[in-house]
């Protein structure tokens, strides 16, 4: 059973830095492209950045250049490092495949930033 388990969420105020990780079992996880994605209160989740089998990244235009996704698959995680934090960035923020797939939803992580 694929379970994904994300951490290092938390409260930090405009401009600081978080950095998420994200650990996958029961899966071909260095076989597989992963991908953050954040749900807003009131919105719908969106993909965030992306990183294929290669290490080869994408990101949407709103924090292009503030977040950096990376892998590490002795581990079978996968990290989003985000920096110059914003407040719209607060959402709840999972990891997934590339596409996603419902049944691999896990819990997310929770980022606020105050202003």
């Known amino acids: 059973q694929v379970r994904l388990v994300e951490s290092g969420g938390g409260l930090v105020q405009a401009g600081g830095s978080l950095r998420l990780s994200c650990a996958g079992s029961g899966m071909f996880f260095r076989f597989t492209a992963m991908g953050w994605y954040r749900q807003a209160p009131g919105k719908n989740r969106e993909l965030v950045a992306t990183i294929t089998t290669g290490s080869s990244t994408n990101y949407a235009d709103s924090v292009k250049g503030r977040f950096t996704i990376s892998r590490d698959n002795a581990k079978n995680t996968v990290y989003l490092q985000m920096n110059n934090l914003k407040p719209e960035d607060v959402a709840v923020y999972y990891c997934?495949?590339?596409?996603?797939?419902?049944?691999?939803w896990g819990q997310g992580a929770q980022v606020t930033v105050s202003s």
């Open positions: 997934n495949k590339v596409p996603p797939l419902r049944d691999y």
